[in-house]
């Protein structure tokens, strides 16, 4: 055989079998926590060997997290339940606005009509 159709009689590959380029495979948490220099999930490290300034930031990480949990899920539902409120109330009073201008309306087209036969 030639060096061209030796090279030909094979197929070399550098890739995971199955993958397309551009997609990346999934990592777990563990693999995500460890990529960042911290544990994964059910490694915690005992609070024995934290110290106070460590200990610290996570506490104060968990109680943002609890407020911006409790501010979020509050405020919404409080303010959409005052807002579809106040829509519901401008929406009667707009309805009823236009009712009472549909009526005025046609009472004064009834009343020129009924004008206009009492002179014909």
Known sequence: MTTTEEG???L????????RWGVR????????????GGKGKGEKDSIKNL????LRQIL???????QYASLTSAGRGSR????SAGADFAKSIAV???RQQ??????????????????D
């Open 12 to 19: 070399e590959h550098y890739g995971v079998k199955g993958m």
């Open 25 to 36: 495979k999934k990592r777990s948490e563990r693999d995500r926590a460890k990529s960042f």
């Open 60 to 66: 104060n990480r968990m109680q943002m997290e609890q």
């Open 8 to 10: 030909q009689s094979f």
């Open 96 to 98: 009823n606005v236009a």
């Open 102 to 119: 549909i009526q005025n309306q046609l009472n004064a087209q009834i009343a020129k009509a009924l004008s206009s036969r009492k002179s």
């Open 80 to 83: 959409s339940a005052a807002m």
């Open 51 to 54: 110290t106070d300034t460590e």
